[in-house]
């Protein structure tokens, strides 16, 4: 793999054919704040404080026009306004706490369970079968599950909602086509109005008929903003958690004597779900649109710009992170930010983790030996980072 030193990042297929780790280290050390030539351009934010710094500035920097930078240059985000991740204050608060009531402690409680539960049984049932797929046969079976619990959906629905989010968000080829995507997201936001709409009709004791009961401000959302407040679940909670698992399997597997520490309990398995979300960085950047002039890292930026804050060069930044490059399952402090910081902190971090505890909890129950036995596909995305399978046996 080739050193570069200057990057297209808004090319699909950058991150798979460069080394865009000392990318980053070269950004961080010469030009923290650039500006990324294009139609429109854009600002590049690399070092942790910057980043953390960006996070926070909720007046200067809006999500409402959209936060991933493939939907900002195309035009901006439509649910702008409507979806918790993409709505300013006020409304965002508003909206965010009525989603935080979906994640009241007796639901999650029950959620929890069925993750444990659901991850232990995969695992026991790949153990001692020689090659499989870890994607496939594990890792895709747990976040949609656990959201669909969380959303209480028909177990008849979820292979569906899989397939059609796949083709949403991520590119598991180079050539994925752009209106396939298009199409899949309405199937879904389609699919969560009927639900909202039936619900609504008639409430049970679930979390889409409380969001689609429950006032926000001073009226009922409307259907839409039911269904894409649904749907923005999926799309926070589903592929990330899905890549941070395929990740924790690859990476220790390249690691064994770090698994051999966490197997013998000199490294926790809390300390060590942290280190994996750091050394996956499943959400490689997170965009922002700048309200009013203003400085970032000493650099000026002007209403209307585009400015993308990097998480993946933020969480290997030397002046955080002692060698960054050393996967350490044991590293405490470990202020990494694969959640995002400030307001629009991840609303499900907590089972984002809980499914990695599982993981690794069911793993070192009955795995000895990882090993990967074939090539892992890589995720085609300037988004999403990590891979779409792992063949890989458990021993
Ligand atoms: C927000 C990452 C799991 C739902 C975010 C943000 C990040 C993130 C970085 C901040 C975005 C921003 O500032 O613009 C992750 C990672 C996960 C994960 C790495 C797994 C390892 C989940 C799960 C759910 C979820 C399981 C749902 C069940 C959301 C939602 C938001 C969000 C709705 C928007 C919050 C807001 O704007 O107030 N996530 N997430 N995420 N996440 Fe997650």
Not at 266 to 284: G, N, Y
Request: net charge negative.
């Amino acid at each position: 793999m080739t050193i570069p030193t200057e990057l297209d990042l808004t090319d699909a297929t950058t991150f798979v054919r460069h080394d865009a780790y000392e990318f980053w280290r070269d950004v961080r050390k010469s030009r923290p704040v650039y500006w990324h030539q294009g139609d429109p351009g854009f600002w590049v934010v690399a070092r942790h404080a910057d980043v953390l710094a960006c996070y926070s500035d909720v007046r200067s920097l809006s999500s409402a026009r959209g936060t991933v930078l493939d939907v900002l240059l195309s035009g901006g985000d439509s649910a702008g306004g409507k979806m918790l991740a993409v709505t300013d204050r006020p409304r965002h608060r508003e909206l965010r706490n009525l989603m935080l009531r979906a994640f009241s402690p007796r639901v999650l409680g029950a959620v929890e369970q069925k993750i444990w539960e659901r991850t232990s049984r995969l695992i026991k049932t790949v153990t001692g079968q020689g090659g499989f797929d870890f994607a496939a046969e594990v890792a895709e079976h747990i976040p949609m599950n656990t959201i669909c619990d969380l959303l209480s959906i028909p177990e008849a629905d979820r292979e569906k909602l899989l397939r059609w989010n796949k083709l949403a968000l991520s590119s598991h080829d180079a050539e994925s086509d752009r209106l396939d995507s298009l199409e899949a997201r309405n199937e879904i936001i389609g699919y969560f109005m009927d639900l909202a709409r039936h619900r609504r009709g008639d409430p049970g004791d679930d979390v889409i008929s409380m969001i689609a009961t429950a006032e926000v401000g001073d009226r009922p959302l409307t259907l839409e903003e039911v269904a894409l407040n649904c749907y923005s679940l999926v799309l926070g909670g589903d592929e990330s958690s899905r890549v941070s698992a395929i990740c924790a399997v690859k990476t220790f597997a390249e690691h064994p004597a770090q698994w051999r520490a966490l197997r013998e309990g000199s490294a926790a398995i809390d300390t060590a779900v942290e280190e994996v979300l750091r050394w996956a960085t499943p959400a490689m950047h997170f965009a922002r649109t700048v309200t009013r002039d203003m400085e970032i890292g000493g650099r000026r930026v002007r209403a209307g710009d585009i400015v993308t804050l990097w998480n993946t060069s933020a969480n290997n930044d030397e002046e955080v992170f002692d060698q960054p490059r050393r996967f350490d399952p044991a590293r405490s402090p470990n202020k990494h930010l694969s959640f995002g910081h400030g307001p629009h902190f991840c609303v499900g971090a907590f089972l984002g983790r809980t499914e990695l505890r599982a993981l690794l909890s069911a793993l070192t129950e009955s795995v000895s030996e990882i090993e990967v036995c074939g090539k892992p596909t890589p995720i085609y995305s300037n988004f999403l980072n990590g891979y779409g399978s792992l063949p890989v046996a458990f021993r």
